[in-house]
């Protein structure tokens, strides 16, 4: 296990900047997630990690020692590839235990020790001896992922790993890979274009965008305290609904609607300007966010209390669980899940409710968070987060 530091680390092709001077710390043993849309740098960072490209500027340090220009073969990593990288005319051991001698001090007997408790901890014994064409896809992750096990490194890296599988084998290998962490509990760096996946098996998930760290924080942090629009936007599914207003003497005010921000007296909860818990400035332009989850058919909760909403519904969209209600409340877009049976069509006027301890406002320029409604927001750990996006 090992402790791994970014500082101010950068990397440039030509005239792009694929990594824009970001700061991480990822601790001893952590499952750490690196989460976000094609072409924000999250691939190219993990390169940089394994040392397979070379950094144009910062440094890498893995346990106190400068790694930065260190040959990849030195820095005692293993990296599972999206394609899985095996060898076509070579049996599932041979692809596991190829190298090894090279790369390292590994006699046959240890080797052979390795590649079983590779197998038993995988259930891969059965593949040893095939090669890759007679595995389906899920069996060559496994082969992939005994191979990196087998060299005990220092810190698995891990590149979109589960992109290549099917929906449902994704799910199972998920659980996997977060029960091998458990048993090994070696340092994780896992990249993946996938929310679900981050949510589910990181233990801190780090959110980038265009080069940049957005946000670093515990799952259900980020879901709840995002720092700015771009990650409440992108963790979610659905994403949450954006809706143009302005402060008006603590309440959100847009041309079809008035909701009242609870606390907006002291309801500053991120720090996004360093002043900590301060009171909203009356009269700004904001941009409120509410997620579908916590809207509702009035209908459906009769005992809500606070402001309902006239909606349309344009679009309804049936989901197994849960109805999505594509509607416009005076000319902004809005999504709202309502329960999987309820007759509503496109056309419909609804009255819609919401949690009022689920509302959230962002600076239409920076996009960064001011205000949370729900109180247990820890302004000092949430105000760090947004510290990363900068």
């Known amino acids: 296990m090992t402790t791994v530091t970014l500082h101010d680390l950068r990397k440039e092709f030509d005239d792009v900047v694929a990594v824009n001077g970001i700061d991480l710390e990822i601790v001893d043993g952590e499952f750490l997630v690196i989460v976000g849309p094609s072409g924000c740098g999250k691939s190219t960072t993990l390169r940089l990690l394994a040392g397979l490209e070379d950094a144009t500027g910062g440094e890498i340090v893995m346990d106190g020692r400068d790694v930065t220009a260190v040959e990849p073969k030195d820095r005692n990593v293993a990296m599972v590839f999206q394609n899985y990288a095996l060898y076509p005319h070579m049996t599932g051991r041979r692809n596991i235990t190829f190298g090894m001698k090279s790369s390292g001090d590994f006699t046959d007997e240890a080797i052979d020790r390795r590649v079983g408790e590779a197998a038993e901890t995988l259930d891969i014994a059965d593949l040893l001896d095939r090669k890759p064409q007679a595995m389906s896809g899920g069996e060559r992750q496994r082969v992939a992922l005994g191979r990196a096990i087998v060299r005990d490194p220092d810190a698995f890296l891990m590149d979109e790993p ?9 799910i199972q290998m998920r659980a996997e890979l977060a029960q091998l962490h458990t048993s090994l509990g070696t340092t994780t760096v896992y990249v993946t274009h996938d929310q679900t996946e981050a949510m589910t098996l990181g233990e801190r998930v780090v959110v980038m965008n265009d080069g940049r760290i957005m946000q670093v924080d515990e799952p259900q942090t980020l879901y709840d305290f995002p720092a700015n629009r771009f990650v409440a936007e992108f963790i979610g599914d659905p994403a949450m609904n954006m809706l143009p207003v302005d402060i008006e003497n ?5 041309d079809a609607f008035a909701i009242p921000l ?8 991120n720090g996004a300007n360093g002043d900590g818990d301060v009171p909203i400035r009356d009269g700004r332009r904001a941009v409120l966010g509410v997620r579908p989850e916590d809207l509702y058919l009035a209908t ?45 069509r496109p056309g419909d006027t609804v009255s819609i409710a919401y949690d009022p301890a689920r509302l959230h406002c962002f600076d239409p320029e920076s ?14 750990s949430v105000a760090a987060a947004a510290d990363q996006g900068r």
């Open 162 to 170: 589960l992109s290549n599988l099917d929906a449902k084998l994704r």
């Open 250 to 254: 603590g309440t959100a005010v847009h």
């Open 262 to 269: 609870p606390n907006a007296d002291g309801g500053l909860r």
């Open 300 to 344: 459906e909760r009769p005992d809500a209390s606070g402001e309902t909403l006239a909606a349309t519904v344009d679009v309804t969209e049936p989901l197994g669980d849960s109805l999505l209600l594509h509607c416009s409340i005076g000319e902004s877009p809005c999504k709202i899940q309502a329960k999987p049976r309820s007759d509503i």
């Open 367 to 380: 996009g960064d968070a001011f205000y949370h409604s729900e109180s247990d927001a820890s302004s000092e």
